[in-house]
């Protein structure tokens, strides 16, 4: 049987052309090539398995016909591929703005817009379509737009050149990251996914939490967290855990649209979550000129504190609610996890690389080896054939599907610079906001939000990055503070209502209305919405400083974000009043945007704290009381 699924493998196109994608990944990342070398042909290698994996379909369309536009869009692509290795040499060698175009450079140019355009349709949506259209108008048409909008716009010509014959358009800073980190992060993730890596992580959250308060949620959180580290993917983290978590927080006495939104925030979360991170986190460390490494640990203390504060939230809520733990039974039908326990190694090989100082996808290609290798470890973890076609299979599809969308955002990097809109931009913000931090920092918060409704986290972020950060920097924010505050945003943008892309997918698996869980999970989001204005204000949570300051920091965020958490919650040993709610809300939101060590920031905690301490010990106080009142009647 699995050598005939080896031979079914073998006759699927898709199969074949995506093994030859991996293959030339592992080439270029042994024997880099020029960059109009790898990149072009990082982006042909996306496209053609892109058409072949989302073929067009359409009910009014004869299916013969969807057949033939489908052969015409990859014949197109591997045309466009065939320009670049036959001009490779003129267009390494040409001057821009000084060497010619010529008519063969319009035809291939256009025709890869065309394509990442609908190539971006398919893995995506129109949402990220209308944007990319949007750019590509004011690129033409900017001369007829009124005040600061206005600038003479392009002809076709330098058009093209500037998105297609450089690396400052498409085959720029995202094309560079995709071929550079993302694909070898996402083999690892597809990989490590087929040798049950995501179930590993499902099953030690149950024994982990499964018999706590809330535990069904907790489970949600933990393994969500876990896989999310690992997927970088809200939706795809969504998928493949929320099939298993939003049924067991519903058989436990949890409404359908709030499990969904618990598992929605959950894997949205995941982004934030070193070691992988989002997909975004690695156009970051291209635009920021770090180490992935480096980016990584700077997130891993608002992540801990986003998933903290989401924690005790849902155990406070739970408490409130009266909602049940999982029975012991129910722990019970989980799979042993010693026997399992190896295939944690992966992970743990992955941040060894990483701590130790090897690149990123040195890193991920060691990791992705030790996830082949590791279930020979035990003779009940061995992967058969099939399992390893599946992370063949896998690998090559999702990078495509990432590939090509931030491959088209490499339109709005080229036009927002080219165009100067960027730096227009962030003028009409400074003279919007006053010259105010505050004002300044919530316009850009507001904008990504809005940007990230039904976008991808990376497109969100590199047009957010683009626009809002220069204005930022203006302000004196550190450029990994702006980058980060940007990045938090956009992440969180997937459960922001209307649109809300990880609430929609968690609504689809809980059979749930898709707007009450959007309201649900961007309801808990608020536990954590504020913890980027921390970290504006405070270096230290990014990891800036010395060890004595970092852990201040931390310390210092955790205690803000557990006061804002117990107001959602609504617990303190006994359900707190409303009033008392606001107070200690309003006392975790100033200590958490308030610098650290300030007379604000010391009054907030000691307030907010004092508050919540009364009111449990009022709590045990009437408990106490009311135990004594029943012994002296039973003894009555």
């Not at 029975?327 to 010693?338: C, F, N």
Request: with cysteine.
């Amino acid at each position: 049987m699995p050598a005939e699924n080896l031979k079914s493998a073998l006759r699927s196109p898709a199969f074949v052309i995506g093994c030859a994608f991996i293959a030339f990944q592992v080439w270029i990342l042994f024997d880099a090539q020029q960059p109009m070398l790898q990149r072009p042909a990082h982006v042909v290698f996306a496209l053609v398995l892109l058409f072949l994996y989302r073929p067009l379909s359409a009910d009014w369309m004869p299916r013969s016909l969807c057949i033939a536009i489908d052969a015409l869009l990859i014949a197109a692509s591997l045309a466009v591929g065939a320009y670049y290795l036959g001009e490779f040499d003129r267009l390494t060698t040409r001057m821009e703005n000084v060497s010619p175009i010529l008519t063969i450079d319009i035809w291939a140019g256009t025709a890869l817009v065309l394509l990442l355009l609908e190539g971006a349709r398919r893995a995506v949506g129109w949402i990220l379509v209308s944007v990319l259209l949007v750019f590509i108008a004011y690129a033409f048409f900017g001369n007829v737009l009124p005040g600061w909008l206005s600038f003479r716009g392009f002809d076709l010509e330098p058009a093209i050149e500037i998105s297609t014959m450089t690396t400052a358009g498409v085959l720029g800073i995202t094309t560079s990251t995709s071929a550079d980190f993302i694909f070898y992060f996402i083999m690892f993730g597809a990989f490590y996914g087929a040798i049950g890596g995501g179930q590993l992580f499902i099953d030690l959250a149950i024994r982990l939490a499964g018999r706590a308060v809330g535990g069904p949620a907790k489970t949600a959180i933990i393994s969500s967290s876990l896989m999310g580290s690992i997927s970088g993917s809200a939706v795809a983290n969504v998928v493949s855990t929320g099939v298993f978590t939003i049924p067991l927080m519903k058989r436990c006495g949890m409404k359908d649209h709030r499990a969904a939104g618990v598992e929605a925030i959950a894997s949205t979360g995941g982004q934030l979550m070193p070691p992988v991170m989002g997909v975004a986190a690695f156009i970051m460390a291209e635009m920021l000129n770090m180490p992935y490494g480096q980016i990584a640990l700077a997130g891993l203390i608002p992540a801990v504190a986003f998933y903290l504060a989401l924690l005790l939230v849902v155990d406070l809520s739970a408490r409130r609610g009266g909602q049940r733990a999982m029975t012991a039974e129910e722990v019970a039908r989980t799979a042993p996890l010693l026997p399992r326990l190896h295939l944690l190694l992966p992970p743990v090989v992955l941040v060894f690389a990483l701590v130790s100082g090897y690149s990123a996808a040195y890193s991920a290609v060691i990791a992705t080896l030790a996830s082949i290798v590791t279930p020979f470890l035990r003779r009940s973890t061995w992967i058969g054939l099939d399992g390893f076609i599946g992370g063949l299979r896998e690998a090559p599809k999702q990078a495509a599907e990432v590939a090509i969308p931030i491959a088209a955002i490499g339109l709005v990097i080229a036009v927002a610079v080219q165009s100067n809109l960027a730096l227009k931009f962030a003028g009409s913000l400074l003279t919007l906001s006053e010259g105010s931090i505050y004002a300044s920092l919530a316009l850009a918060m507001l904008g990504c939000i809005i940007m990230g409704m039904g976008l991808p986290t990376v497109a969100a972020y590199i047009i957010g990055a683009v626009l809002y950060v220069p204005a930022m920097q203006k302000l004196g924010l550190e450029p990994l503070a702006a980058h980060f505050f940007i990045f938090y945003y956009c992440v969180l943008s997937m459960v922001t209502p209307p649109v809300a892309l990880a609430s929609f997918a968690a609504a689809g698996v809980g059979n749930s209305s898709a707007m009450k869980t959007s309201m649900s999970a961007f309801g808990m989001s608020l536990v954590a919405f504020f913890i980027p204005f921390g970290f504006v204000f405070d270096p230290g949570i990014l990891w800036q400083g010395t060890a004595a300051e970092i852990g201040l920091s931390a310390l210092g965020l955790m205690v803000a974000t557990a006061l804002w958490a117990i107001a959602f919650g609504g617990w303190c040993g006994k359900p707190l009043a409303m009033s008392l709610r606001v107070v200690i809300g309003l006392a975790g939101l100033a200590a958490v945007i308030e610098p650290m060590g300030s007379t604000i920031w010391f009054t907030a905690l000691a307030t907010g704290w004092g508050i919540a301490l009364a009111a449990f010990l009022a709590s045990r106080a009437d408990l106490g009381n009311f135990e004594s009142r029943v012994f002296v009647q039973a003894a009555e």
